[in-house]
DNA sequence: GCTCCCATTAATGCATACATTAACGGATAC
DNA sequence: GTATCCGTTAATGTATGCATTAATGGGAGC
């Protein structure tokens, strides 16, 4: 019936450590060997080598050869590489919707996000906005298609995550970015392709500026 | 001395496996389980899984539950992805590299790698001139700087690679891509931004069109 | 002849055993 | 007191054993 099949565990202890990691609760520069992973995952140390292996090729942990795998800092450098290539594939990948000519149905789950957005902010909850901002970008990329543009974006916000969440709460209110992603819904709808790209390369680019100066500022070398 | 670990098993397995891959004696759709992965690498099915996560996670591989490995057909649709990713990563790459006005010694290995493509356009040895069409790009994203940009590249590149080989033969010598080089190396050198760009996005949007047309010419489904 | 069921087979996922080898610490020489 | 050497410890890399479970084939029932 369900199409789920029964969760490994390996994939159980991929899925665990990657939240472990966003949520901070293994911070930057937290290492820790396999069998000390596999003691607190309560498992033995193959699966736990398995997810470490993705989880290396996701680029949330080094694996040091004797002093086991270390979750991997985020350091200014890292997020202006990160940054750059979004800037790259984000715009290009709504652009392309926009010139496909988007039906209300394709735009009511970005009409949803920004809305949330909206109300988040008016809430001043930050963790909902964060969230409701994650799934305004996921969505506009799988109406884009390109699953490998997908998952190469995911992997590159999963990385930027904890340097994201960090810094919110240092900066002012995004009312900024919240109207960005209107704007972006707007030109969308209209089929504005350049406009389209344009405001979403400055929302981007803005995004990028106003986070590494809070990571300059605070001097957060690495997070 | 050398700061070369010693290779494991896991890592001979995974670089074999992918060369294998790339030559094509593993062909696309080529299935095969652990065991007998195993047994022609001459070691246990410890090392070769660990390479086949990896090759899985690098879009070469996929791992089907009961089944084993099975290398990935190439479709039509899947270069589709990859040249759409490409044109918007690779154009931007080579602008900054104008926009920060490389030197003639940050130039020479493209230089290189041109009149390499040059020389074996003349002696029609397609595979050198691939391999020096590799080395121009990649060469061109180290000089940009941005680790993961180069990483996710040459992944999508790898993935590609056997397409491309394939439909190398079936098209007119590629005089147009070693131009397209040759004026890229002379805009990058001018500290020519924006034609950079221009010239490089046509220069993807071209190779993707033709391999696009040689793989529904001749009906090549899948590669 | 066709379909369904069951037994056999074998691949996977995981645990565990083991050899290797790097890191650490203490003891000794100076 | 310091530096060096060596023995101990422990983590990794790999092999192997084992339970589970899906796929396959044959036989029975219709």
Do not use: C
Not at 55 to 78: F, M, N, S, Y
Not at 149 to 161: M, P, R, W
Not at 179 to 194: E, K, M, S, Y
């Amino acid at each position: 019936m369900s199409p789920v099949t029964k969760p490994s565990r390996a994939e159980d202890a991929h899925d665990r450590l990657r939240d472990e990691i966003r949520a901070n609760r293994m911070p930057p520069g937290f290492q820790a060997t396999e069998p000390e992973i596999a003691l607190r995952l309560g498992m033995s140390r193959t699966p736990v080598r398995e997810a470490l292996i993705r989880l290396e090729a996701e680029g949330l942990v080094e694996l040091i050869p004797r002093h086991g795998a270390r979750v991997l800092p985020i350091r200014a450098d890292d997020m202006r590489e990160i940054y750059d290539i979004l800037t790259a594939l984000e715009p290009e990948a709504a652009a392309q919707v926009a010139a496909r000519g988007p039906s209300e149905a394709d735009l009511a789950p970005l009409e949803a996000a920004t809305r949330d957005m909206e109300a988040a902010l008016a809430k001043s909850d930050l963790d909902m906005w964060a969230e409701a901002d994650d799934r305004f970008h996921l969505t506009l990329l799988e109406l884009q298609g390109n699953r490998r543009l997908t998952g190469i974006v995911t992997a590159l916000y999963d990385q930027a995550h904890r340097a994201r969440v960090f810094t919110m709460r240092l900066r002012a209110p995004p009312h900024q970015s919240t109207q960005d992603h209107r704007a972006i819904v707007d030109h969308l709808r209209a089929g504005n392709v350049d406009a389209t790209r344009t405001v979403f390369r400055q929302h981007r680019q803005r995004a990028a500026t106003e986070l590494l100066d809070i990571l300059e500022t605070y001097k957060l070398g690495h997070l």
